[in-house]
Nanobody, 121 residues
Framework: QVQLVESGGGSVQAGGSLRLSCAAS????????MDWYRQAPGKQRELVAHISSGGSTNYIDSVKGRFTISRNNANNTVYLQMNTLKPEDTAVYYCNANIKLSYSGPDFSYWGQGTQVTVSS
């Protein structure tokens, strides 16, 4: 059984910073890519940031230069450093990980429980 546990959400004023963490635990052979998504009220869930197993990253345009995704493979954790936050960044943030449970087995997608980020103007 694999679990993703997120932490670090909260409420900040515009211009502030938050750092989200997502730790994967369980019987994991290898974590492939890891992503951060967000979902604002009344909107579809969107991919915010992506990091590959090798550390390559991609971001949606609206967060480029403000958000940084990183990962620590030693403790199976992915981070999202969010700076210069804006009210439009308000959403529930979810981590997603593509995980191989065994050498010859398939990959599975797992989700965290979500953490609320609220940015006030």
């Amino acid at each position: 059984q694999v679990q993703l546990v997120e932490s670090g959400g909260g409420s900040v004023q515009a211009g502030g910073s938050l750092r989200l963490s997502c730790a994967a635990s369980g019987s994991i052979f290898r974590i492939n890519f890891m992503d951060w998504y967000r979902q604002a009220p009344g909107k579809q869930r969107e991919l915010v940031a992506h990091i590959s197993s090798g550390g390559s990253t991609n971001y949606i345009d609206s967060v480029k230069g403000r958000f940084t995704i990183s990962r620590n493979n030693a403790n199976n954790t992915v981070y999202l450093q969010m700076n210069t936050l804006k009210p439009e960044d308000t959403a529930v943030y979810y981590c997603n990980a593509n995980i191989k449970l065994s050498y010859s087995g398939p990959d599975f997608s797992y989700w965290g429980q979500g953490t609320q980020v609220t940015v006030s103007s």
